[in-house]
């Protein structure tokens, strides 16, 4: 939550004048309960979910993830039609399968350093190639998983996504 990469997301809905939730997974910082391996961690997801949209129930919701988060959270997002777009940050997919956005049909955003050890350009590229359209690609050059020195850059990407997206969900055009 307090992650700087997860801060920049969350400013650039705020930017954009979106509700924002930021918030740690089970067993994370003082979050009560112990790490589940994924299948806990998309409850935590789903009940963020439930909060945002009870609170805010007119507005379209963008769901964002970094890293583990991205892998937790798209797996949600793709399925849950209170879902209107998603953002990946910084996707593990070296490590972790991202097959559940196949079919997803929603606007996604995966933003991807050049130099993620995590993900690199070439097999975040594969994925991003079986997606289905809208679907936009940025890579930060010459960064690591965590956009160091470049977290300007990624905060623009988000912001100018959320805002030219079909189906606009900031109603800014």
């Given at each position: ?102 079919g997803a049909h929603k606007p996604i955003l ?64």
């Amino acid at each position: 939550m307090h992650n700087k990469v997860v801060f920049r997301a969350a400013k650039a809905a705020l930017t954009s004048g979106l509700p924002t939730l930021r918030f740690n997974f089970r067993g994370v910082g003082s979050s009560a309960g112990t790490f589940a391996g994924g299948e806990g961690e998309q409850e935590d997801v789903r009940a963020a979910l439930d909060y945002l949209t009870a609170r805010f129930p007119a507005l379209p919701v963008c769901l964002m993830g970094f890293s583990f988060g991205a892998w937790v959270g798209l797996a949600v997002g793709a399925a849950d039609p209170r879902v209107a777009a998603l953002v990946g940050l910084g996707m593990p997919v070296h490590s972790l399968k991202f097959d559940f956005l196949a079919g997803a049909h929603k606007p996604i955003l995966v933003v991807q350093g050049t130099l993620d050890e995590f993900g690199p350009p070439a097999e975040v590229a594969e994925l991003f190639r079986s997606l289905d359209e809208p679907k936009q690609i940025h890579f930060v050059e010459g960064v690591d998983h965590f956009f160091t020195g470049k977290l300007d850059e990624v905060q623009q990407t988000i912001e100018r996504f959320l805002q030219t997206s079909p189906d606009s969900l900031t109603g800014k055009r």
